[in-house]
């Protein structure tokens, strides 16, 4: 079973940094692009950005460019998501997906819960 | 960046009913649009891809189409388990956006 299990959410301050992590298990982790999407509260899907297989590859939207960086283990078959200058614009749920074909995510976490407030 | 639109944002439907959500691009994008389920505790699952073809283990009630900027999504027959938000995502160029989203709910 392909699983995904989000970890490193909770209560940050404005200014601070978090580190999200995503354990993959269930697929081959280094054959797949990942990704990081996130939905603040009562509002929609919003796409953070993807890391190829070999993380040679990153792209991000670029409103968040400069404040998360997506990275991968292989050996620990582990996404990252380093974030940054945290403002309350960025409490959400944070989710990781897998990138199957047709860059569809075709499957997720249940997502990690940030909140950013003093 | 590429904007989604969907419409309506909110649908009250019955159940056994055909329902279709619209999602308009802010420019053509080549058929290259996704669509995904979001039940209310969170859990989000892929329904279709590339506009028309149905993801592994997705119910045939559930149907994709269109072209150019203008795409739909079409169920045929609401099921209970059916009633939740439905967001379109275009992967046309990047980045990746999603529209806004629909939510079906029980009339």
């Known amino acids: 079973e392909v699983k995904l299990v989000e970890s490193g959410g909770g209560l940050v301050q404005p200014g601070r940094s978090l580190k999200l992590s995503c354990a993959a298990s269930?697929?081959?982790?280094?054959?797949?692009?990942m990704g990081w999407v996130r939905q603040a509260p009562g509002k929609g899907l919003e796409w953070i950005g993807e890391i190829n297989q070999d993380s040679s590859t990153i792209n991000y939207t670029p409103s968040l460019k400069d404040k998360f960086t997506i990275s991968r283990d292989n050996a620990q078959n582990t996404l990252y998501l380093q974030m940054s200058k945290l403002g309350s614009e960025d409490t959400a749920i944070y989710y990781c997906?897998?990138?199957?074909?047709?860059?569809?995510?075709?499957?997720w976490g249940q997502g990690a819960s940030v909140t950013v407030s003093s | 960046d590429i904007q989604m639109t969907q419409t309506p944002s909110s649908m009250p439907a019955s159940l056994g009913e055909r329902v279709t959500i619209s999602c308009r691009a802010s420019q053509g994008i080549s058929n290259y649009l996704n669509w995904y389920q979001q039940k209310p505790d969170g859990t989000i699952k892929p329904l279709i891809y590339y506009t028309s073809n149905l993801q592994s283990g997705v119910p045939s009630r559930f149907s994709g189409s269109g072209s150019g900027t203008d795409y739909s999504l079409t169920i045929s027959s609401l099921e209970p388990e059916d009633f939740a938000m439905y967001y379109c995502?275009?992967?046309?160029?990047?980045?990746?956006?999603f529209g806004g989203g629909t939510k079906l709910e029980l009339k």
């Open positions: 995502q275009q992967y046309d160029s990047s980045p990746w956006t």
């Open positions: 269930g697929f081959s982790f280094n054959d797949y692009w």
């Open positions: 997906a897998r990138a199957g074909s047709s860059y569809l995510m075709d499957a």
